[in-house]
């Protein structure tokens, strides 16, 4: 386990933070990651992977070396393994009665939460581990730098994972994507955890030291910007790219993150936005020394 990491790339190095989304998100993501790629974009070369719940997954993915065009469908991302979660629709609900309650900090909504997390009957999390395993192809952590983020259900309190957390990489992915109602609480080390996404929508504060930091939001329309203004703030990088839905993919995405019956055509939806990311992404992705932008959706600015 670690906490907020300079990359590896040092203070000229190059961070990918990937987040939050649901199914569908981590479908989009998938999608933009093969389209970027096709136009000239690896993202897989950065020196530091950040990934947050759906993007714990297309992290790991792109860490290790692997194809994201493995998760164009639900069938080829998680195979013969792949049963459908066992939603508690009640605690759900409170779940997220909790989560909208505006006399609540962050920090007081996260035990409340965990509490919920703990009583759903939401299945066995082994099943969730094996379903997560599918989806990454491999329990071995990558050599390059990547973290993943959880949160305490018992305390609320986040943690980051890494490599040397001794736990294995479908655990770890398995508790970043464990949202409350949905997914059980992950058993790591004696501790249980759940989202990662109640920690942070993209965790963009732990690229600390990146020159350059990608962020590719999946929740970008629905969450506040305040939140992720001051994490760029705190990652202090040069240039930031942001990435979130466009407007057609937003009615993509529909209601339901979870929806698998808008899985591939938010895959196809990544694919397409990747050719107008990529004209914002590639000459910083590039040349990390050239001088400093910040990018905010199609916006450019000074720093």
Known sequence: MTTSTPASGGPHGRAVALGAGGAVGTAWMAGLVVGLHEAGVDLAEADLFIGTSAGAIVGALLASGQDCSRLATPARAVGSQGTPPQVDGDRLGEVFAVLRDTGLTPAEKRPLVGRLAHTAATGPEQAHITRMGAMVGTDRWPDRKLLITAVDAGTGESEVFDGASGAPLS?????????????????????????????????????????????????????????????????????????????????????????????????????????????????????????????????????
């Not at 196809?268 to 990311?277: I, K, N, P, T, W």
């Open 171 to 303: 655990s770890v992915v398995a508790a970043s994507t464990a949202f409350p109602g949905i997914y059980p609480p992950i058993t790591i080390n004696d501790r249980r955890y759940m989202d990662g996404g109640l920690r942070s929508g993209t965790s963009a504060d732990l690229a600390v030291g990146a020159r350059v930091l990608v962020v590719i939001e999946p929740m970008a329309h629905l969450l506040p910007r305040e939140p992720l203004t001051q994490e760029l703030a705190q990652a202090g990088s040069d240039a930031v790219v942001t990435i979130g839905p466009d407007e057609e993919t937003a009615q993509v995405f529909g209601r339901d993150l979870h929806d698998r019956a808008a899985w591939q055509p938010a895959y196809r939806a990544g694919v397409r936005q990747a050719g107008e990311a990529a004209e914002r992404i590639r000459a910083t992705w590039h040349n990390p020394r050239q001088p400093p932008r910040l990018t905010i959706g199609s916006r450019e600015q000074a720093p």
